[in-house]
């Protein structure tokens, strides 16, 4: 099993530009979660899906989109990029239980 | 809404000796704490849980407490390893989210020195 796995891993972009961040589980888990991790601050939920199909906001969502089209499947859309979201982004999966699988995080940098 | 706060950024233990690492929390209704490991460049990952019908949990050289009265619980390591140097972030469950949403603490980084 990979576990979850998140792509990229490293990403420079451009104030303004899009991009989407992936992520995979093959856990055959109901939940996942999108979290940034910021100094000082922990990990912030952004959008978190307790299915297939569905999604609904977290602590921070604003400048996000997601999308769970496929269960193992949970995208992490930015749609016009600002320098605040630079951050280690972490997406996670879990059973209808507390203890949540992390992936290896995403390093996004917006000049 | 719960909070949960590490009030120790970060800490420096000498290898053999007691690593305690401090988590308080706001919401007295939920009953269920968990203690992640984040190493570098890695994902964290789960270390060590425990619920309010314990007081203590035990898993090798980690040992959990939980004080419900004082709303405190603390992560024990014991004897500190030099790769047990990590952030180590305190959860609790969210009352904000539907799902089994955890609210994170800031974390601690543990630094242990050989």
């Known amino acids: 099993n990979a576990g979850v796995t998140q792509t990229p891993k490293f990403r420079v972009l451009k104030t303004g530009q899009s991009m989407t961040l992936l992520c995979a589980q093959d856990?055959?888990?109901?939940?996942m979660y999108w979290y940034r991790q910021d100094p000082g601050m922990g990990l912030r939920l952004i959008h978190y899906?307790?299915?297939?199909?569905?999604?609904a906001k977290g602590e921070v969502p604003d400048g996000y989109n997601v999308s769970r089209l496929k269960k193992q499947n949970f995208l992490l859309g930015l749609e016009s990029a600002a320098p605040s979201q630079t951050s280690v982004y972490f997406c996670a999966s879990s059973y209808p239980v507390y203890e949540q699988y992390f992936g290896p995080g995403t390093r996004l940098t917006v000049t | 809404d719960q909070q949960v706060k590490q009030n120790s950024p970060s800490l420096s233990v000498q290898e053999g000796r007691i690593s305690i690492l401090n988590c308080d929390y706001t919401n007295s209704m939920f009953d269920y704490f968990l203690w992640y490991k984040k190493y570098p460049a890695e994902g964290p990952t789960f270390l060590i849980s425990?619920?309010?019908?314990?007081d203590k949990n035990e898993d090798g050289r980690f040992t959990v407490f939980l004080n419900k009265s004082a709303k405190h619980l603390s992560l024990h390591i014991v004897p500190s390893q030099p790769g047990d140097s990590a952030v180590y972030f305190c959860?609790?469950?969210?009352?904000?989210?539907?799902?089994?949403?955890?609210?994170f603490g800031g974390g601690t980084r543990l630094m242990v020195k050989p």
């Open positions: 959860a609790a469950p969210s009352d904000r989210y539907a799902g089994n949403m955890l609210t």
């Open positions: 899906s307790v299915g297939e199909g569905t999604t």
């Open positions: 856990m055959n888990h109901e939940y």
């Open positions: 425990i619920s309010s019908i314990k």
